[in-house]
């Protein structure tokens, strides 16, 4: 997974970033203002970095002119003018995210930008089961399952959030799109056959009362919450 600059002021709110995206498998370093961040960024090999525009000492705007061009940068703040929003794009980052945010569409966010500059693995590998994402391959065992489409996608979402727990009605958001017309039950059927397909039963779990998980962790950390918002 990817190592992430997480550039934020506020402690409450870079720490609910960082414990995000280790849920989710990545590694996170923390800045706390905008000469940290420099120091940081310009000292350790990262994959991407999100960066506050309203950070002491420098802000995110002035870090990101004096930031690497190679490194991804998605800029998260509480400016949502227009202008702002263009400064920052304009800059060179790869995306802008305001707050209040919901903790799933700043991981979806996060996974686009990897996936677009390619600082994302492009496989995951757990419990017996290989799944490479640009080949839309599934291995278990060793010996190829064949998914259909939209199992491949509720797949893909799951591992993309691995560790969080997902409602019925945001996995059919996700998956199915905003405008399909179905009930949940849709996603308890294809989590049935997946499931099923991978030997994944104890792996996809249910969320009583929320939906579900696909858990890497054991013990109390396959308890840890389903995000939050910041």
């Known amino acids: ?103 799933l569409e700043l991981l979806a966010r996060v996974e686009a930008v990897l996936r677009r500059t390619n600082r994302q693995q492009r496989v995951f590998e757990h419990a017996g089961v290989r799944v490479d994402f640009d080949t839309h391959q599934v291995f278990r065992n060793g010996e190829e399952v064949c998914l259909a489409p939209k199992e491949f996608e509720l797949l893909d979402t799951l591992v993309v959030n691995r560790n969080l727990a997902l409602s019925r009605e945001r996995l059919l958001e996700l998956v199915w799109g905003f405008d399909f017309v179905g009930e949940t039950r849709t996603v308890d059927m294809h989590v049935l056959r997946l499931r099923k397909k991978l030997g994944w039963e104890d792996v996809i779990q249910t969320v009583r009362k929320v939906g579900y998980r696909l858990s890497t962790r054991t013990g109390a950390a396959a308890a840890a919450g389903r995000g939050g918002h910041a």
């Open 1 to 103: 997974m990817a190592h992430i600059l997480v550039a934020e002021d506020e402690a409450p709110i870079n720490d609910l970033i960082c414990r995000n995206l280790q849920l989710v498998g990545h590694s996170t370093a923390s800045a706390f203002d905008g000469a940290e961040a420099l120091t940081c960024a310009q000292g350790g090999s990262f994959d991407l970095a999100l960066i506050d525009v309203m950070m002491p000492v420098l802000d995110g705007f002035e870090v990101k002119r004096q930031l690497d061009d190679d490194l991804p940068v998605i800029f998260v703040t509480a400016r949502s003018d227009l202008s702002s929003r263009l400064d920052g794009l304009n800059l060179g980052a790869d995306d802008y995210v305001v707050k209040p945010f919901e903790t």
